[in-house]
């Protein structure tokens, strides 16, 4: 504190000054208009004015209808134009405006004045933070060295740009989530089906649906697209079975729920194979007729896989499971399955995913009415809707954690590169790749990445990164270890192009559009990377040629019938002459199509690669996998694995979590994390009206295994996690990895060998009503408890990520989440 | 009421101190530190006093209802409001802004209106808070000052 005290004389002074209108001193300005007659209060002018857009409260981008009135955001519904959603939001899109108007936002670009992570800042002008930011680049892209500047992405829905901005960069170093996120269950349907990444099944018209741990009712990337069509499923009849280790919500909608051991998915759909195959309930002629491997060979390989071994492993009941693959069966083709995290985020989960996707085949439900389906686009149909140009080509450098080769499928498709992020700052730690400058966008690594203190050490230190930029809608761990932090807009104030995989398996596209005028100094990627690249230069700027966001997307939505502006009032457009996409496989080829083609062993090539099948003496278009037939083997996977001195079985098989029953044995536990309907990822902490509604995250435990630890109800623990014990993950070497203290919640609806912690918690800043309070500085006002203010300040919320380990899938690079094991022991006191 | 004190208050929670000021004050902070205290107290990240009164009245969103009502109350008076660019100042529910509508109003039933339905419901209680929480003059003195013209 400064010891000079100012006086009434310097007040007199500066006053004056001011009063005087000297540069540099005026204030706001008030001026009186006359007015004709004062009119009555309470009233309000203006009509609401409806807006169409798209949400991003998460990555569903399900349609929205903002009603704004005097340029003020009132409230959000649905879009029923929307062919996806179909005018229904969730909890979190109506808390839009909560975000919006969130009082404790980003809303100026700042520099850090002090050290690194300490919390001193100042403003700077917009132009001050361009030019700074565009000198450091620019020196980095004419060093020869463009794979130095890394890009660090959260969920990302301006992919286009984003791409253009990197691409024209020259860097490979795109770093994305997808590993910590659906990296094996992409991986499993690429192997097996080539069409897609993304299975959609047809749920609305389905009669059996086996749920093999999605949680679709609260946080599946589908979530209301999805869980509208299974509850329209039900109400018509449709059975819901769910495989799940913790009661969540979707399971509480389920007709049957299965706890089951965390890892263990797949086995279950192995032994439910083998039951069909046993007893003959499957659709034989499809499998032998659409597969790459015979349905009597299958049947061998699963004749390993008995019920009362998926029992023994998983504790699903082994008449249950008899039961569930005879019902599952005799729905078909009307029946379909759908897993997602609690079966794909293991190490072993590709195994898992590859096991439940070809159950589907074994019934013969694939493609059909009712059944498992999918679609080939899995945004917005590129074709008919060419990005504008010019289009930049794609890097040439190379980028060591991009390639990230250890991991065989992690980037094994073209076009589909799915990199291994949990592994990023542990590389840069390891100094494997120079990162000369680092740009974070709507991501907090430093809270929720598995070893996140380890990935906030990193951004600690200036020689690992020497320069950080973060892009972000609030204040975060990670925008706290920034040099520059850039106020973004919300999903609210700017533009995109957007879709998501149809789940009426039509394609279609969206806008999202700004139903405000940005707050504060707020900008969008689409003003800030036209602007940096102009700054940049070298070429960069040629990529950016439009003067206006809006005449960018008037060149994009031109196909469009009634173009950009049919899109501003409807917020979407489905093409009507678009059919669902049923039976894709057997589309007979045209003679066109043939022309100039070859055949080897019923597969027809082009000079392009393989374009169909013959079956049955007719050329067919097949699946997009080398063998134009569902891959029950993959060949390609084998070899992907080989090529990286990896063993990859070709067939669906159950790899049991190495270490996992032996220290079970000894009373460990399976640590697993959810997330609640009404959040996300930090920003969805950062609501008022969201944490209002769940803002505490204590530990899931069974009575039987509370019995057994000896805890009740309510008991602080602390729970300690270890490394696994496995070779082929770095570090397994089974060491501590950290600690946390929380409390006991006790439910039957857990698994007796599991813990469960939801993840959505834990946040140590972004002001009071992220982090439960703790963030002191920003309760304005102490005292005062009114409903308003942040009544829950002091709840218990624990940060569970920075004692998960660092676990990549040895296969692919999925980060195991759900595979870490725990000791949990009784203390006393409070965290 | 103390006209300088009212302007002097309203500039300095809505922009930086510039160097014309920190001169005009006598400020011995070099203007970085000045700059770096005002981001503390009132643009964030985590904001120690964001001054506007929604946010001290415990509404969920910046501007919300206050604002409303400002807006309201400046309408049926005929006051227009013109913030210069580059102010921080994000609804009219601002201190900034009550407090120059304030001090073009001077004395009188219009100028008792503002005080009473908008000003004084909060912000006595704010310029305490930024009294204790600023580390720096002339936010401590301008805050106890004002909070006394106030009261």
Redesign the interface.
């Given at each position: 504190?400064?010891t000079?005290?100012?006086?009434r004389r310097?007040?007199?002074?500066?006053?004056?000054?001011?009063?005087a209108g000297?540069?540099?001193?005026?204030?706001?300005?008030?001026?009186?208009?006359?007015?004709a007659s004062?009119?009555?209060?309470?009233?309000t002018?203006g009509a609401v004015r409806r807006v169409a857009s798209m949400c991003q409260m998460c990555t569903t981008a399900c349609g929205i209808i903002a009603n704004v009135r005097?340029g003020?955001l009132l409230t959000i519904e649905g879009n029923p134009a929307d062919p996806n959603s179909q005018g229904s939001v969730c909890a979190k899109g109506v808390a839009g405006?909560?975000v919006?108007?969130?009082?404790?936002?980003?809303?100026?670009p700042?520099k850090r004045?002090?050290r690194r992570g300490e919390?001193?800042?100042?403003?700077i002008?917009w132009e001050e933070a361009y030019t700074e930011i565009a000198d450091r680049l620019r020196a980095i892209r004419e060093s020869g060295r463009p794979e130095e500047f890394a890009f660090q992405q959260g969920r990302n829905r301006s992919t286009d740009i984003v791409a253009r901005f990197l691409d024209a960069f020259g860097t490979p170093s795109a770093f994305n989530h997808r590993a910590l996120c659906s990296l094996n269950r992409r991986a499993a349907i690429l192997s097996t089906i080539g069409d897609s990444d993304w299975d959609l099944g047809d749920f609305e018209n389905s009669r059996y649906i086996l749920n093999f741990g999605s949680n679709w009712a609260e946080a599946h990337q589908g979530h209301i697209p999805v869980a509208i069509r299974m509850m329209r499923a039900r109400e018509r009849g449709a059975k819901i079975v769910t495989f799940d280790a913790r009661l969540s919500n979707t399971a509480a909608l389920s007709d049957e729920w299965h706890p089951v051991r965390p890892g263990t998915d797949g086995l279950i759909a192995l032994a439910i194979s083998h039951v069909i195959c046993a007893e003959e309930l499957w659709d034989r002629d499809w499998f032998d007729r659409w597969t790459n491997y015979p349905a009597e060979k299958y049947a061998e390989h699963v004749a390993a896989y008995t019920p009362e071994l998926a029992e023994a492993e998983s504790g699903v009941p082994a008449e249950a499971i008899r039961r569930i693959a005879r019902e599952f069966a005799a729905a078909a083709p009307r029946c379909t399955t759908i897993c997602n995290r609690g079966s794909a985020a293991h190490r072993n989960g590709f195994h898992n995913d590859r096991a439940i996707t070809v159950l589907n085949a074994l019934v013969g439900n694939m493609g059909k009415e009712g059944g498992w389906c999918w679609h080939p686009m899995s945004a917005w149909d590129k074709k008919a809707l060419p990005e504008p140009g010019p289009i930049a080509p794609k890097p040439t450098a190379r980028s060591l954690i991009a390639e990230a080769k250890d991991w065989p499928l992690a980037n094994a498709w073209q076009g589909n590169k799915m990199r291994v992020g949990e592994i990023v700052y542990l590389w840069i730690k390891e100094r494997r790749q120079q990162i000369s400058a680092l740009m974070t966008y709507n991501c907090d690594q430093a809270w929720a990445w598995p070893e996140a203190n380890l990935v906030r050490e990193v951004l600690a230190d200036e020689d690992l990164v020497p320069f950080h930029v973060c892009l972000d809608v609030?204040?975060s761990e990670t925008?706290?270890l920034a040099d520059i932090?850039l106020p973004w807009t919300t999903y609210l104030e700017r533009w995109d192009i957007d879709s998501r995989p149809p789940q009426g398996l039509v394609d279609y596209v969206g806008l999202r559009q700004p139903v405000v005028a940005p707050?504060?100094e707020s900008k969008d990627l689409r003003e800030i990377f036209p602007e940096l690249a102009r700054r940049i230069g070298g070429g960069m700027e040629e990529y950016f040629p439009w003067a206006t966001q809006e005449e960018y997307f008037e060149r994009y939505f031109a196909p469009v019938p009634g173009g950009f502006g049919h899109m501003r009032t409807a917020g979407v457009y489905v093409d009507p002459a678009k059919k669902p996409n049923y039976l894709p496989y057997e589309k007979e080829l045209t003679p066109e199509d043939l022309e100039g083609t070859r055949t080897e062993d019923g597969v027809i090539h082009n000079a392009e690669g393989p374009i169909g099948v013959m079956v049955d003496g007719v050329a067919r278009r097949g699946f997009g996998t080398p063998s134009r037939k569902v891959e029950v083997h993959s060949g390609f996977v084998a070899d992907r694995g080989r090529e990286a001195d990896r063993e990859i079985s070709p067939l669906p098989v159950y790899e049991p979590i190495p270490g996992h029953r032996e220290q079970l044995a000894q009373g460990r536990l399976i640590m697993i994390s959810f997330k609640w309907n009404v959040h996300n990822a930090h920003r969805t902490m950062q609501s008022?009206?969201l944490q209002e509604i769940s803002h505490t995250n204590p530990a899931w435990l069974n009575p039987a295994t509370a019995a057994r630890l000896g805890l009740v109800h309510g008991d602080w623990i602390e729970v300690t996690s270890y490394r696994p014990i496995d070779p082929q993950v770095p570090r397994g070497d089974g060491s501590r990895v950290g600690s946390l203290r929380t409390r006991v919640h006790l439910t039957e609806g857990v698994h007796p060998q599991v813990i469960a912690i939801a993840h959505n918690a834990g946040r140590t800043?972004?002001?009071p009503v992220a982090s439960n309070g703790r963030?002191r500085?920003?309760l304005?006002?102490?005292e005062?408890p009114?409903?308003?203010?942040v009544w829950w300040a002091g709840s218990l919320s624990v940060a569970q990520n920075d004692i998960l380990p660092i676990y990549p899938d040895p296969v692919s690079g999925q980060q195991a989440y759900h595979d870490t094991m725990v000791t949990v022991r009784r203390i006393e006191g409070t965290a | 009421m103390n006209a300088d004190v009212l302007l002097l208050t309203s500039r300095l929670v809505s922009t930086e101190i510039d160097a014309p000021l920190r001169e005009a004050l006598g400020c011995p902070e070099p203007l970085e530190e000045l700059s770096a205290e005002f981001c503390r107290l009132f643009v964030g990240p985590r904001p120690v006093c964001p001054p506007y009164a929604s946010v001290q009245r415990g509404e969920p969103m910046v501007g919300g209802r206050a604002e409303r009502r400002l807006k309201d109350f400046a309408a049926r008076h005929g006051l227009d409001v013109v913030v210069p660019p580059g102010f921080a100042v994000l609804a009219l529910d601002h201190l900034g802004v009550e407090l120059a509508l304030l001090h073009h109003l001077g004395d009188g039933p219009v100028a008792a209106e503002l005080l009473d339905d908008h000003l004084r419901p909060w912000a006595p209680g704010y310029l305490r808070l930024l009294e204790e929480s600023a580390r720096l003059e002339p936010y401590v003195s301008a805050a106890r000052w004002c909070r006394e013209e106030l009261t």
């Open positions: 504190m400064s000079w005290t100012l006086t310097d007040l007199l002074r500066a006053a004056v000054v001011a009063g000297a540069a540099g001193l005026g204030g706001i300005e008030v001026v009186h208009q006359l007015s004062p009119g009555p209060t309470g009233q002018t005097d003020r405006p909560s919006l108007y969130d009082p404790n936002r980003l809303l100026y700042l004045v002090g919390g001193k800042w100042k403003r002008t609030m204040a925008s706290n932090v707050l504060g008022k009206w800043t972004g002001g963030d500085a920003v304005p006002g102490h005062p009114d409903h308003g203010r | -």
